[in-house]
Nanobody, 129 residues
Framework: QLQLAESGGGLVQPGGSLTLSCTLS???????????IGWFRQAPGKEREGVSC????????YFTDSVNGRFFMARDAAKTQVDLQMYNLKPEDTAIYYC???????????????????WGQGTQVTVSS
């Protein structure tokens, strides 16, 4: 069974940094080369949005405009952990952050979360002074 688990959320002041980790389990080598991994977030009263998505090959990373230049993705050599490194955090970054896996191209994955059926449980990020 393919499973994802997020960690690393918490409270941070505006301008601060935080790294979220997504740990993959149950993925075969085939799965690791087949599924793109993405980070999504959902703020209270708002729809879930794609933040950043990494292609299965690791060669392409898509970022939504609001985080471009502030957020980065990194994957370990075993491809079983995918981090979202967040810098210069803003109050509007406050949300529950979810990790997801999907076979579509990274940009398509981030553009439409509705077909995704492999999700982590989410981790809360709060940016506040």
């Amino acid at each position: 069974q393919l499973q994802l688990a997020e960690s690393g959320g918490g409270l941070v002041q505006p301008g601060g940094s935080l790294t979220l980790s997504c740990t993959l389990s149950g993925f075969t080598d085939y799965d690791l080369g087949y599924y793109a991994i993405g980070w999504f977030r959902q703020a209270p009263g708002k729809e879930r949005e794609g933040v950043s998505c990494l292609s299965a090959s690791g060669g392409t990373t898509y970022f939504t405009d609001s985080v471009n230049g502030r957020f980065f993705m990194a994957r370990d050599a075993a491809k079983t952990q995918v981090d979202l490194q967040m810098y210069n955090l803003k109050p509007e970054d406050t949300a529950i952050y979810y990790c997801a896996a999907d076979p579509r191209f990274a940009q398509n994955m981030c553009a439409d979360y509705r077909p995704i059926n492999i999700w982590g449980q989410g981790t809360q990020v709060t940016v506040s002074s």
